[in-house]
């Protein structure tokens, strides 16, 4: 059989014009795809910057069906579920950048470090704490030793978080000798819990070391003192704390007296803490000079009389009320009920008020319960603010 030249030539042309076509069609195939990312991407933009989240995710999900292996627009989601509170989504998005096999470098940290703050805000501490220590030597490992630091203080995990406090001193991240002693205090609380008292001294006394003019370590120590009946070792650990941090007398008062009129040193206690209302004048030093004066051995008859001094320097719903508590009244009938309404109302005022986060509590902390930051509680309460 003859083969006929006529057919190649007449398929060549068409063969041509067939590819000439298809790549035409791909062409415009391609070019419609990429007009339609960046639209998908600035349609969920102009919602992000609008506040419409919701509309934002879903022009992101189907920015990312159009061009899976954009990172950029992997990050913006999954931060968006993040800040939604979605977390599961989110950790599936970071994930999924993590399982690429063609992600930098510089992407890799990025979505573990991200992945590591969608565990963190879910709760998921130990797997927050996996993926963090993963960030060592990486451009995120400072930010990963503040999540850690903050994680091991959440699960209460002192050693564990004095650790990374000291890493972070010695990178130049800041001082935290403040809250190596704090750390230390609340292992020394744990030992008391559990009958451990020599354990708590020699921590408690490492506290004192390691953060000379903390009040919290001494006061602590003074208080294990005078459980174990050594007042007069008591009352001289106090008086330290209170040169070491005067600031802090109002914390003190009230055990500097109460283990000066148990001990020796209650003539002693009593013109210390009277110099002290001098300089600063305070409620909790009042009450202090108060018990005192009316637990010596010759009590003074006019020693409430210090709340109506008081009233003369500054104005105290709390110091009236007070002194109203103890005197007689000309309709002494009605006594009860004008007390509990004075009560009553200077109950939010004996408060003490967080300064980073406002949370207000009756009793003072050292770590507030609210939004976890150390030392943020004044000691003074919320009507001397």
Request: aromatic share 8%; charged share 25%.
């Amino acid at each position: 059989m003859d083969f006929d030249l006529s057919w190649i030539l007449l398929g060549l042309p068409l063969a041509f014009v067939l590819g000439w076509l298809a790549s035409r069609f791909d062409l415009r195939q391609l070019r419609l795809e990429n007009r339609r990312a960046p639209k998908a991407y600035f349609k969920g933009l102009n919602f992000l910057l609008n506040e419409q989240q919701d509309q934002a995710i879903d022009a992101f999900i189907e920015a990312v069906q159009i061009d899976p292996d954009t990172s950029e627009l992997h990050f913006a989601l999954g931060n968006l579920f993040r800040r939604r509170g979605e977390y599961q989504r989110a950790v599936r998005v970071h994930e999924h950048l993590l399982s690429r096999g063609d992600l930098s470098l510089a992407d890799r940290q990025r979505a573990q470090h991200a992945l590591a703050l969608d565990f963190l805000k879910a709760g998921l501490l130990d797997r927050a704490e996996a993926a963090l220590l993963k960030l060592e030597a990486t451009p995120f490992e400072a930010q990963a030793r503040l999540a850690l630091l903050a994680n091991y203080e959440r699960s209460r995990d002192w050693p564990q978080a004095a650790e990374i406090a000291q890493k972070l001193a010695k990178a130049n991240q800041g001082n935290f000798n403040g809250r190596l002693s704090h750390y230390l205090c609340e292992q020394a609380a744990a030992c008391i819990a559990s009958e451990h008292p020599k354990e708590a001294t020699t921590l408690l006394e490492e506290a004192i070391e390691t953060a000379p003019a903390a009040p919290r370590p001494r006061i602590d120590l003074a208080r294990l003192l005078a459980n174990q009946g050594a007042l007069d070792e008591a009352y001289l650990t106090i008086e330290k704390a209170l040169n070491a941090a005067p600031q802090a007398i109002p914390l003190m008062a009230g055990p500097l007296g109460e283990y000066a009129a148990k001990s020796t040193h209650a003539a002693r206690a009593l013109l210390r803490l009277k110099s002290q209302y001098e300089k600063a004048p305070s409620l909790d030093v009042l009450d202090a000079i108060v018990a005192l004066e009316a637990a010596s051995s010759t009590p003074s008859p006019t020693a409430r009389d210090w709340y109506v001094q008081h009233l003369e320097r500054e104005p105290s719903l709390v110091a009236a009320a007070k002194w109203i508590a103890g005197e007689k009244l000309e309709h002494e009938q009605f006594h009860p009920q004008v007390q509990r309404a004075l009560d009553h109302a200077v109950k939010p005022l004996l408060r003490y008020r967080c300064a980073a986060c406002g949370f207000e509590a009756k009793q003072h902390f050292w770590h507030c319960p609210g939004c976890q930051a150390w030392d943020s509680y004044p000691a003074k309460r919320v009507e001397e603010l």
